[in-house]
């Protein structure tokens, strides 16, 4: 691979180092004893014995440079091998671009220890008679080799049978024998996208994947994937083992379904409770005293409360079974978001709060469902509402166009604030804040469900909260005009986007 060129090359460039460095020495010292005994009319042998001192430290300066500049192209070498190397702390890849001397030489002997790197560890075995070649083929799970372009390199048996066909797998797409979804923000095309920016070798496990060949019932997985650097042509960049885990996550199906069907029943009793609190209130509201009066208001609050208690409860289940489905349409911002608030103008006065709208005029109509966006606002007003102490009464809703040309929607309250330990995890289901949570009321789900659906309306959601000082919450909604024409059918038709955990694992699949 032109080893010996390069280590002559080098070699070469380290003698003309030292063979300049002597003859440029050798020629100023001779120059500077010369001067001084021609001009300084100094001793010769004294200005011999100066000069000759002279030189020795400077070359002892001029050594310490050449010897670091030999010894880079060591460190480099050495720091690829640990590179490659079992460590519990990562340690990064040398910049070999930035040396100056042997750079060809430590170019091509780092490429071969990555290579000898990805041979050792590249399991496609199965091309081998071996005995771990065998025991790979006689695995009671399925292990799927793929390639850097998604194609598969090799499958055991127990992979054909996941694959419901009797063609062989080796060739084809993994992506078009399987449908992988996963309930983690990082897909395996994700993280092989990470691996490859910043790896020669990579494991990572997912649990509770579903990995289905098309047409086919759901089968749910926990995926252990394997990465090396991929070096050759026909190498096995990642290798994908598969643990069916469906009887395990059934049954956790089976509880979700259970969940979804107690809550649903509430609904009609729910609703039931909310006409006789409205009629009373119309028919008897007039006729009451101030105390009666705000016994009603109470009543209605907490009739509302926990309807939209019983709704994400539903919606979480829904989310978690990928059955809840979007129908986003064009709609008036202002309008929507003024409905909401009024709804929710009951509930903040009984607990003393008061919430300031402001919309700006001019705002493009937006692509939204009416319903589930409706959800957002209220659990993130209904937080700002009970995370606000008494004498903090004022919940500020305010809107804005971004400068990416999207609307902004923020409420902002001036109450207890978030810990930054909280931060992290508040997106997470069932996630709240353990100072609190014993005297305030919630789920933990209302910040879950609001992250899923404004996602499915192409928005993004975010906070920031400083302690004792209050919380903003932030979504972005996208106009409608600026919605894919992709998503679009016909004129301003709606448009069916699926608000759930599951992402699919490529980006073709991903709407």
């Not at 009629?279 to 509302?304: D, H, I, T, W, Y």
């Not at 008061?354 to 209904?382: C, F, M, R, W």
């Not at 009464?393 to 923020?410: F, S």
């Amino acid at each position: 691979m032109g080893g010996p060129g390069y280590l002559e090359k080098a070699q070469k460039a380290i003698r003309l180092y030292l063979i300049g460095w002597l003859l440029l020495s050798g020629v100023i010292l001779l120059g500077l004893w010369w001067a001084s005994i021609t001009w300084l009319d100094e001793k010769p042998l004294v200005t011999l014995g100066f000069l000759a001192g002279t030189w020795i430290l400077v070359s002892l300066i001029v050594g310490t440079f050449i010897a670091k500049q030999v010894t880079k192209p060591l460190t480099a070498l050495a720091q690829a091998i640990m590179h490659v190397s079992p460590s519990p702390l990562p340690i990064p890849a040398p910049e070999v671009e930035k040396l100056g001397l042997a750079k060809e030489l430590v170019t091509n002997l780092t490429h071969q220890v990555y290579e000898y790197a990805s041979h050792s560890a590249d399991p496609t075995l199965q091309t081998q008679s071996t005995p771990a070649a065998t025991s790979i083929q006689q695995l009671p799970v399925c292990v799927i080799g793929i390639g850097s372009d998604a194609n598969i390199v090799f499958a055991n048996p127990k992979a054909q049978e996941y694959a419901k066909t009797k063609e062989a797998l080796a060739g084809k797409s993994l992506y078009s024998q399987f449908d992988i979804m996963f309930k983690h923000d990082i897909t395996l095309e994700d993280w092989i996208k990470q691996c490859r920016a910043s790896a020669v070798t990579a494991q990572k496990v997912w649990h509770g994947v579903r990995m289905t060949s098309y047409g086919e019932e759901a089968r749910y997985c926990d995926l252990a994937a394997s990465y090396t650097k991929q070096v050759g042509q026909n190498n096995a960049e990642v290798v994908l083992v598969a643990f069916d885990e469906t009887e395990a996550y059934s049954g956790e199906e089976q509880e979700l379904s259970f969940i979804a069907l107690a809550v649903h029943e509430l609904r009609t009793p729910l609703t039931i409770l909310k006409g006789y609190v409205e009629v009373f209130e119309e028919e008897l509201g007039p006729g009451l005293n101030p105390e009666m009066q705000s016994f009603m208001q109470k009543m209605q609050a907490a009739a509302e409360n926990l309807t939209a208690f019983v709704g994400n409860i539903l919606n979480v289940a829904r989310i978690e079974q990928n059955q809840l489905s979007l129908k986003l349409t064009e709609e008036n911002w202002k309008d929507t978001l003024t409905n909401v608030v009024n709804t929710m103008q009951m509930r903040a006065k009984v607990h003393g709060k008061v919430i300031q709208l402001t919309i700006p005029e001019g705002l493009p109509p937006v692509g939204i469902d009416k319903v589930s966006i409706a959800e957002v606002v209220i659990n993130l007003l209904d937080n700002a509402i009970k995370y606000s102490p008494h004498d903090k009464t004022l919940i500020k809703v305010n809107v804005a166009m971004t400068k990416d040309n999207l609307v902004e929607t923020t409420i902002e309250d001036f109450g207890v604030g978030i810990p930054e330990t909280v931060m992290p995890h508040l997106f997470e289901k069932y996630s709240r804040n353990h100072r609190n949570r014993s005297y305030i009321a919630g789920t933990g789900l209302g910040l879950y469900l609001s992250k899923a659906l404004v996602a499915a309306h192409g928005g993004n959601i975010w906070v920031r909260s400083k302690e004792n000082e209050g919380t903003i919450f932030g979504f972005t909604i996208l106009p409608y005009t600026n919605l894919a024409d992709k998503d679009k059918s016909g004129d301003n038709s709606d448009i069916t986007r699926s608000a759930h955990g599951w992402i699919k694992n490529h980006s073709l699949s991903r709407q």
